[in-house]
């Protein structure tokens, strides 16, 4: 059974940075392709940024290319999102999640796995 741990959210002023850790067990951490996901108050979950299994492929919604970024680190079998330039808009769960699976990335049901989530409070 694969576990997911989120870890580092918080509150931080628009303009400033968070990095979003998740730690995987269970599993070889390079059979997993890796994403992230977000859910605002009232708003339906999306997508947020994708990793392939090797790393030498990632996806990024529009609304966070060029201040978002999703690296994942082997030997400690994590997975980050590092946000920079962070706008109140962010402010959200954010979750990590694993696929055993082939599929698009950048849809929530190519993925099996799920973390518990991690508030990100953004203010103005």
């Known amino acids: 059974q694969v576990q997911l741990v989120e870890s580092g959210g918080g509150l931080v002023q628009a303009g400033g940075s968070l990095r979003l850790s998740c730690a995987v067990s269970?599993?070889?951490?390079?059979?997993?392709?890796m994403g992230w996901f977000r859910q605002a108050p009232g708003k339906e979950r999306e997508f947020v940024a994708a990793i392939a299994r090797s790393g030498a492929r990632t996806d990024y919604a529009d609304s966070v290319k060029g201040h978002f970024t999703a690296p994942r680190d082997h030997a400690k079998n994590t997975l980050y999102l590092q946000m920079n330039s962070l706008k109140p808009e962010d402010t959200a769960v954010y979750y990590c999640a694993a696929a055993m699976a082939s599929g698009p990335l950048n849809f929530q049901n190519s993925y099996e796995y799920w973390g518990q989530g991690t508030q990100v409070t953004v203010s103005s």
């Open positions: 269970g599993r070889t951490f390079s059979s997993l392709a």
